[in-house]
């Protein structure tokens, strides 16, 4: 990518990821590119899912006491962590800044704050230092419309709605159903629409960053840049736009790299559901069955204790190893970047998290849409019905669905506009990127409007 006309000679920022690993990732994906660009990158970080600084040693870290307790860590409840997160980190953000800016040589002054959306305790404290702050946005802008439209439903009084009009499309959302909105299963509504308030309260920042792009999220950018007053920098898939090392909180497994050197190209069906959803006894069998029946080679990633009540595979069922032999090949956690990009993949089965998606469409890999819950089910939607390059598995996980799923995306010849708009899909993409295309411009606008403080 082209250098704009000026550099930051060593202008220091300030990156705020929000501690889960769908929101690390793209952020530490954007300090590499800002990084690249000349920019000083410090990531402030929470002391619960901390990143690694060994893998990441142009940046510098430094930990913030986040004062969240051992049973609110272990209760995997979202909301009521990010809730804890912003009441508790503000005084330790100010303090560790307030001794970063008494040290700071001129030259080398904390120019901006960029957070992640959900770290919002991050704003006032930019702005009580006179720091500019921007705000990065890792979700898709579709979804970003639809939690709004949560928020317009509530403010009319038709938050909860019937079960009635669970299959009845919202109105202005197409092709949202009122059962694909995002709202969070794991706190109540009150919680979950506090975080989506204060998250998408922009107070004095200077811009917001999404890790999107217009070739997927046009429409919807549209519509949010029509009600925002900041510019809106729209640039991913970040992962695409520089290199970073692994961000990984589990240790992937390159083993079944070698694996899938000795598969057939584009036979490999690859299965995850991300880093926070979880199954049960019966889904597990489903999926198990539904694979090993589809008679398609996989690669299923079963991240330790994400099936509920064992430690990891404990709970397959009885005669499924056998069954599949050579032909399935399981890890607790994949380089899954790479394994998108390998010729032997033809498929992915995922939960539709925004990262997965992105990382799919950029390969052209088309996919097999089971959500779990939050945005995941906007994505789905987009995937299966407006962009159309992947199946929706709808209902029950029930192994005949998966196993016509697979053969379908894969193999048969009902599937082959699937296959071919998932490969377009990455070619606008990759037109995008290069100079001239909306993401290139974005990028270079972001690094001058960065300067420019
Ligand atoms: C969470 C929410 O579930 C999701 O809805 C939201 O969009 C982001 O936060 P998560 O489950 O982490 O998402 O999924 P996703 O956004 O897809 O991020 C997972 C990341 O982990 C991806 O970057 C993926 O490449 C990586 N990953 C996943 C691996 O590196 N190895 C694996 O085996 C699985």
């Not at 700071?104 to 704003?123: G, L, W």
């Not at 006032?124 to 439209?149: D, E, G, K, Q």
């Not at 109540?188 to 998408?200: I, P």
């Amino acid at each position: 990518m082209e250098m704009p006309k000026r550099t930051p000679r060593g202008q220091r920022l300030v990156l705020v990821p929000c501690p889960y690993q769908g929101h690390i990732n793209p952020m530490l994906q954007l300090g590499k590119f800002l990084h690249s660009k000349g920019f000083s990158i410090t990531i402030v970080h929470t002391h619960f899912n901390s990143p690694s600084p060994s893998n990441h040693p142009e940046f510098i870290f430094l930990p913030i006491p986040d004062g969240l307790t051992v049973p609110l860590v272990s209760s995997g409840n979202i909301i009521a962590i990010l809730l804890a997160l912003n009441a508790n980190c503000k005084s330790s953000f100010l303090q560790c800044l307030t001794t970063q800016v008494m040290k700071q040589e001129p030259e080398k002054k904390i120019t901006c704050i960029i957070y992640d959306e959900f770290m919002y305790f991050s704003e006032p404290v930019a702005n009580h230092l006179n720091i500019p702050s921007i705000i990065l946005r890792t979700t898709s802008a579709a979804n970003f419309l639809a939690r709004t439209t949560v928020v317009d439903l509530h403010s009319k009084g038709l938050i909860p709605f019937p079960d009635s009009e669970l299959l009845n499309p919202v109105p202005q959302l197409h092709p949202i159903r009122f059962k694909d909105l995002p709202i969070s299963p794991f706190d109540t509504f009150e919680n979950f629409l506090k975080v989506v308030v204060n998250a998408h309260d922009v107070r004095t920042s200077s811009a917001i960053i999404c890790n999107t792009t217009d070739c997927l999220d046009q429409s919807s950018l549209a519509r949010i840049q029509q009600h925002c007053q900041v510019p809106i920098f729209s640039i991913g898939p970040l992962h695409k736009i520089a290199t970073a090392a692994s961000s990984s909180f589990l240790e992937e497994d390159t083993s079944c790299i070698e694996w899938l050197d000795k598969q057939s190209h584009k036979s490999v069906i690859y299965v995850s559901l991300g880093s926070v959803a979880s199954i049960g006894e019966k889904e597990l069998a489903e999926m198990a069955w539904g694979l090993a029946n589809s008679k398609q080679p996989f690669l299923w990633v079963i991240r330790p204790g994400s099936v509920i009540g064992s430690d990891w595979t404990e709970l397959l069922p009885q005669g499924f190893r056998e069954a599949i032999g050579e032909r399935g090949f399981i890890v607790k956690w994949a380089p899954q970047r790479e394994v998108l990009a390998h010729g032997a993949v033809g498929g992915f089965w995922t939960h539709c998290g925004w990262n997965s998606t992105l990382e799919s469409i950029s390969e052209g890999v088309p996919m097999i849409c089971k959500p779990c819950f939050s945005d995941q089910k906007v994505h789905a939607r987009y995937i299966s019905r407006v962009w159309r390059i992947g199946l929706e598995l709808e209902d029950e996980f029930e192994r005949g669905e998966i196993e016509r799923a697979v053969r379908k995306l894969m193999m048969n010849s009902d599937g082959e506009e699937i296959r071919m708009r998932a490969k377009d899909m990455k070619e606008k993409i990759q037109v995008s990127m290069s100079k001239g295309g909306s993401n290139y411009n974005f990028l270079n606008e972001l690094v001058e409007f960065i300067m420019a403080f």
